[in-house]
């Protein structure tokens, strides 16, 4: 009986001491579980549409935290609760879209988004993390034009890219080429491009490209022409002939494009049938008293115009000057005269 006492005695503190050592291992286990805290914050992303993107969440605590996502104030659906869905949570509690989705009328991808971690002892709230849409669009606000100049003046062209996010870059390319930028005369600023002291070699078809990270659109094509003002080769020069003699003047130029010329006598085109014109030059067959005065070789392109002039003196046939060109000289000096006799008087008026 007394051995019974003792064994009871024996299993009654035996039990007290299993559960105090139950109580002391659960109370340790709870004092070293912790509440969540975010390692790991999201950032800012800008993401073309159609293409996959994550975006980060990392949290520790003890138990696990369990991780959603918000958008805009609104929890996120993933895959966990509509199979069907294009947004996945990860086992690291990272949000990845498969694909961007981006319309006109819905954006459902578009917005502010936050993770928030949770266990039985609390939650905790990541930054917030916007996700923007990248977009080009396809027109042009201004597409550049044709410019024709002449050699060594400068060349601009202007073009404003289409609207996008980000602000797209612009660049220029001659013959699908990219313009190089370290020629000291090309400069682009906002979407001009200005080409100082051009050259023949400048000349081409020129393109405005527009880039961000959605890809790249191409302006409208516009055609540079660099052009050679026309200079003379050879000018005419003064002559003189006696009447019925024949006369020939000559004048050759150079220019792109090829200048045209024209004759003209004291500022009045030249008559056919009178006179003989063959490209360069002006020949009459028999000249006449009549036929005496200034004649002049006007060449003209595209981009400029260029004259040179010479005085045809004809004299009778004893080789004395012509009624016509005696009354020339005559007037000559009058003129010269009264010039002179000016100045005198602008010099005692001063």
Known sequence: MHAQGEHANFLQKDSRTFYSLVSFLGSRLRQEDSPPRIIEHPSDLIVSKGEPATLNCKAEGRPTPTVEWYKDGERVETDRENPRSHRMLLPSGSLFFLRIVHGRRSKPDDGNYVCIARNYLGEAVSRNASLEVALLR??????????VVAVGETASFECQPPRGHPEPTVFWRRDKTQLDLKDDRIMVRGGKLTISNTKKSDTGIYVCVA???VGERESEKAQLS????????????NQVVLVDESVEFRCQVHGDPPPALRWKKEDVDVPRGRYDREDSLLRIKKASVSDQGTFT?????RVGKAEASAYLTIRGTDGYLSLCDQRQTSANSLLAKRRQQGEQFEEVGA
């Open 138 to 147: 396809d027109d042009f606000r201004q597409n550049p034009q044709d410019v």
């Open 211 to 213: 880039s961000n990270m």
């Open 226 to 237: 660099v052009y050679e003002r026309p200079a003379f080769m050879q000018r005419p020069v």
């Open 297 to 301: 070789c006007v060449a003209e392109n």
